[in-house]
């Protein structure tokens, strides 16, 4: 009797989707560390994941992984910042005239497909090692998924709705702020969703390359410190938060803004 | 009787393919205050152009729309359309919010508090008092009409100008908006232009039927309409303006083409442009 409520409450409890992806990560994490611990792997490559996760508590608990974390998140914000101005901008300027909106088509279809991290050399000689070329590369990767999205999100919004502004006497900038904007939305959030993505990996990959030249760095940095001096838990527990980072942004900013804008407003994509 | 329209030799034509079409012409035409007018044509016989004209969305090419005996050349609160797409309110604003977002924007004087209490009364008005709260999707095709035809009523337009609103619904929905419109018409005592291509439509809607011919458009008759409301097609009055207007209209039922426009058109960036 006792068994069979047993049994059904686990069925219950499996049914929720958190609970199945907790236990598969739970039972992936006990794999991991069965197999580090069967010894046939040398452990300085291969650390146990409770070594990781000491390790991370460790560093968590120093300040270093905090102070990595905000130094990274600072720069991807920048560079984000600066991505979203001049996407606006780039997209205004579309706007004027045909030609210019041409333009920017053309200067888009050949800059997007260019990964971020592809003009670091360049920026480097101009820029030189520093905040400054890892800023310019987040706003290389972020800004042509904006500018996309935000250029065809404008073109999306239904004409009607436009002339419902229009008769209701909008025109210009007040028109743009309160039937375009509103009326591109979703496709300004799933641009940014990609931007930030595209700006996390720029971030973690610029980092990387000059790493050991700067004097101080991000999470990015942090991974390839721990490699230099050969502390591997450490290199998994960096890896870990860059998970946890963008996991968060995503499953918890995201997608709980688009739960109370565009699935609210039933204007989900496609 | 005052005059709420004036339409004076107005021709508009477009320029499709490198050649110059043309929707309407001579078309002239009074509208007194108050009065229910339906325009009634086939596809493509300029009929919307005409409402879009007036509603100063298109410049006429030659001739000129007034009201009470002011020029009309840009979209403006008198002038208030209601459109056939089910696309038209804002999808992120709620069915109050919709009305209260068109009450804040042509008077920011007013409050958001005050524009939520008017845009109340528009709900109520068009019988969808509970659905306030409502996003668009959530509501069906003819409660977003009715909604539509609050948020135009709730600037006090002097004119309503409706093109097919109710061509999207199916017809127990058309039936019910088309007495509501009724009485919320003799409530509010705005004068309406009721764009349709359905015959029975046009005579149970309207006071004076206007009928005009396609390419170029031109009006081909004014019908005073006797039926009393609310008005039945059993009527004898009835099949008498039906078999007018069928003749009139089946003259050119060999000339009449697919329409130009689809009513869930996406602006292409030139349009979007233009309007900015």
Redesign the interface.
Known sequence: MKDIDIAKRFTVLFSNRTVRQVLFMTVLAAVWESVAMTGYVPPLLFPRFSHVIQTLIKETLTGEVLGRTWFSLNLVATGLGLATISAVLATAF?????LA?ECIETLMSILHPLPGIAILPIVILWLGTGTGAISAVIWFAAVWPLVANL?TG???????????G???????I???R???I??A?PHILSGLRVAWARAWQALVASEMVFGACGGDGGLGWFIYKRRFFMEVPGVFAGMIVIVLIGLIVERIGFAQIEIR?VR????TLE | MELALTISKLTKGFWVQGRNFIALQDIDLSVNKGEFITIIGPSGCGKSTLLRCIAGFERPTTGFVQVEGQEVNRPGIDRMMVFQGLDQLFPWLTALENVAFALRVTDTTRGMALSRTLAGDYINLVGLSGYEGFYAHQLSGGMKQRVAIARALSVQPKILLMDEPFGSLDAFTRKALQEELASIWQKTGVTVLFVTHNIDEAIVQGDKIIAMSPQPGRILSVIDNPIPRPRSSESPKFAEIWETLHHLLGIHKNLSKEPLRSSQRTAPLEEVEAII
């Open positions: 579309a706007m004027c005239s045909p909106s250029h404008l073109r999306s919004v239904p004409i009607t709705q436009i002339e419902a229009r008769n209701l006497g909008l025109r210009g007040r028109l743009v309160t039937v375009l509103p009326g939305f804008t609210r407003w039933g204007m």
